[in-house]
């Protein structure tokens, strides 16, 4: 079965810094998608950003990029320019083409500091 | 576009009482359903999925249970609420037949046993 694991319980980033949240996996598929959520205090769980395994591209979004290096099964998420409202839980997610499950890893909690 | 409801937003329920949470999905046929519940600060413990009508898998044993009595309706029960039931409840779909796509959450439960 696959895990993903967040080793940061919790991370901080000064206001219009750079934080880096680190996620791995672990699976025995060559093709699969990864994804990143964030859930804020309303605890509403909202898309940041998602990478197919077979684009080498990293995925980009705004100030959200990913940097997907599978031979490491590795997907971390690198948030520039942080801002007050990117205060929140992040989770790192993974999602078998053959499956139904998504599979979460426990969390890393974002702090932003003015 | 597709969008979830889930209701209601708070709950709160004696020992012993029966619970019924609702969610539906609008803007798609036959998506995958999900019902997760959270610890304060934690990650997600996914309770049950369903991939159509009729159709549940239990990933944790306990006295809750799920019914999907339509495709775009999923309802979570229990009998006799515990103690620790207590927690947030979110409801997700998604695509069964696109598996790029992500899941989607409602805005989540807050159930609280006294």
């Known amino acids: 079965a696959q895990t993903v694991t967040q080793s940061q319980p919790e991370m901080s980033v000064q206001e219009a810094e750079t934080v880096t949240l680190s996620c791995t996996y672990d699976?025995?598929?060559?093709?699969?998608?990864l994804f990143w959520y964030k859930q804020p205090p309303s605890r509403q769980m909202i898309l940041v950003i998602r990478?197919?395994?077979?684009?080498?591209q990293n995925a980009t979004e705004n100030r959200f990029s990913v940097n997907f290096q599978k031979a490491a099964k590795s997907f971390s998420l690198k948030i520039s320019d942080s801002q007050l409202g990117d205060a929140a839980m992040y989770f790192c997610?993974?999602?078998?083409?053959?499956?139904?499950?998504?599979?979460f890893g426990p969390g890393t909690r974002l702090s932003v500091l003015p | 576009s597709q969008t979830i409801h889930q209701w209601p937003a708070t709950l709160v329920q004696p020992v012993g009482s029966p619970l019924s949470l609702e969610c539906t999905v609008e803007?798609?046929?036959?998506?995958?359903l999900y019902w997760y519940r959270q610890a304060a600060g934690r990650g997600l413990q996914l309770l049950f999925y369903?991939?159509?009508?009729?159709?549940i898998s239990s990933e944790v044993p306990q006295n809750l249970s799920a019914s999907r009595p339509q495709d775009r309706q999923f309802i979570l029960s229990s009998k006799k609420l515990l103690l620790s039931d207590s927690g947030f409840y979110l409801c997700?779909?998604?695509?069964?037949?696109?598996?790029?796509?992500?899941?989607?959450f409602g805005d989540g439960t807050r159930l609280s046993i006294l």
């Open positions: 997700a779909w998604s695509s069964g037949q696109v598996p790029t796509q992500p899941q989607h």
């Open positions: 699976t025995s598929e060559s093709d699969y998608y």
């Open positions: 990478q197919e395994a077979y684009k080498q």
């Open positions: 997610a993974y999602r078998s083409p053959h499956g139904q499950n998504f599979v």
């Open positions: 803007g798609t046929s036959n998506p995958n």
């Open positions: 369903s991939v159509g009508i009729g159709q």
